[in-house]
């Protein structure tokens, strides 16, 4: 069963995986987290790899206000402010948070700053879903890739904004458009920047369609992903002619590279009473190679609270920028 239309889209797909989950939303914002567990690239594409993670930010239609503020050990402290507004089948949700702490040893402090906002409209077999946020992190990264340098630091900003539609009942069309940038500036030694310095950004354009048709036989869906990865450096990729100014300093983005992916998808479940059992195939163009990635899934429900399941799936990990570049 499709679950209410969430926050996130499977194509938020970055260059370096621990910046991952620089999410511009508080956890308390959040109604619950799904994970769905295996390959799930016939779905949601390449690097869908050992499963999926479904964010579903707070769909309550009351309208709400609510502040908190939290304090503890190492000079900790956390202000978050939220509010919601649901007027004629239109909901609106701003949340902000800042969250920072001193650090329980040399070189841990944190600083998190958070905004986000998220439209949600109905209107007949119409659903829309549409948010924004920024979300910005400064932290002391005491050892992080080695104990010889313990004044590692690193600060990133990342800013979302994504759309969906879904419409149909028994056929139904679902749309989604996202974009995401992330910069990341890191450091060898804090105190000494000429040591070592690192400055990316990323930025990621995500599509997608897909058409469901739920008859006698189970579902079918069809579906279509794109994907556009651009990176800019000063350390990985290739040279590019028109260099730019990183923000906030006197430095350039020297080099780059662009990559695009396409997917073609269909699946079939189909759920009895007992059994559920789903197949299908995807298949994916990237990097002027063509990918076919099929896979399978059967379930027998024991009880509503016990399930046993197996599957077998294909999935394929495109390397990172990081991989490609660095050494």
Excluded at 104 to 115: A, I, V
């Amino acid at each position: 069963r499709r679950p209410p239309i969430s926050t996130l889209f499977p194509y938020t797909t970055l260059f370096r995986s621990h910046h991952h989950l620089n999410l511009p939303f508080d956890l308390e914002s959040v109604e619950r987290v799904e994970v769905l567990k295996g390959p799930s690239a016939r779905i949601y594409g390449a690097n869908a790899f050992t499963g999926a993670v479904n964010f579903i930010t707070n769909t309550s239609k009351k309208n709400k206000i609510a502040a908190s503020l939290t304090a503890g050990d190492f000079g900790f402290h956390k202000e978050s402010l939220s509010f919601g507004l649901f007027i004629n089948k239109i909901k609106n949700s701003v949340t902000a948070y800042n969250m920072q702490s001193n650090g329980y040893r040399h070189n841990t402090s944190f600083q998190t700053k958070s905004l986000f906002y998220e439209l949600g409209a109905e209107t007949g077999k119409t659903k829309i879903l549409a948010n924004i946020g920024l979300c910005n992190k400064e932290w002391g990264s005491n050892s992080f890739y080695s104990a010889k340098f313990p004044d590692q630091y690193e600060e990133t900003e990342t800013l979302l904004g994504a759309i969906k539609a879904e419409t149909g009942t028994r056929l139904k069309h679902s749309f989604w458009l996202l974009w995401r940038s992330n910069s990341d500036h890191y450091l060898l030694n804090r105190n000494m920047p000429a040591m070592y310095e690192n400055f990316h950004l990323t930025t990621t354009l995500g599509a997608s369609y897909q058409f469901a048709a739920f008859t006698r036989v189970g579902k079918t869906t069809v579906g279509l992903n794109y994907r556009d990865e651009t990176l800019y450096s000063n350390r990985l990729g290739l040279p590019i002619s028109d260099s730019f100014k990183i923000k906030s300093t006197n430095k350039y983005y020297t080099l780059g590279d662009r990559r695009q992916n396409l997917g073609l998808f269909v699946d079939h479940r189909i759920e009895l009473e007992k059994f559920t059992f789903s197949a299908g195939c995807i298949s994916e163009h990237f990097n002027k190679k063509v990918s076919f990635l099929p896979g399978a899934e059967i379930a027998y429900k024991f009880k509503p609270q016990r399930k046993s399941f197996a599957s077998v799936n294909m999935a394929i990990r495109n390397p990172t920028f990081t991989d490609l570049y660095y050494s």
